[in-house]
Each structure stands twice: as structure tokens, then as C-alpha cells.
């Protein structure tokens, strides 16, 4: 049961970030996708928090590259 309640919260987190990103910065490249929604839950998270301070795409772009 702990389980699927995490994986829930986790996809919840993801498709928000996801959507969030969209917003701002229009269509994800597929890898920068596939990189998202590979993150554990708490990169996920992290993630979440530091798009908020991303002024452009490439800030998202050296965000993954560091946190993979």
C-alpha cells in the first residue's frame, strides 16, 4: 500500500513540474522528458523548488545535468 501511495505522490509531482515547464518554456525536448520523469521522488521535488529561479531553458538543461 506504502508503496503505490509514493509512486501516486511521485507521478502527481511529476506531471506538475512537467506542466509547470510547459508553461514557461513551451514543448520539452522527449530526453528532457524521459530525464524528468526518471528523477526519484525527492529530485523531483528539488527540481520543483529550482524552477521557480530558471531565467531560461538552459537553466533546466544544467539542472538535469547536474542531478541525474
Do not use: C, M, P
Amino acid at each position: 500500500l506504502q508503496k503505490g501511495v509514493q509512486r501516486g505522490r511521485k507521478l502527481g509531482q511529476t506531471d506538475l513540474v512537467l506542466r509547470q515547464l510547459r508553461r514557461r518554456f513551451g514543448a520539452l525536448s522527449a530526453s528532457q522528458e524521459e530525464a524528468i520523469r526518471n528523477l526519484s521522488l525527492s529530485k523531483t521535488e528539488e527540481l520543483a523548488e529550482s524552477l521557480l529561479e530558471f531565467t531560461s531553458r538552459s537553466g533546466l538543461t544544467r539542472w538535469l545535468r547536474a542531478n541525474r
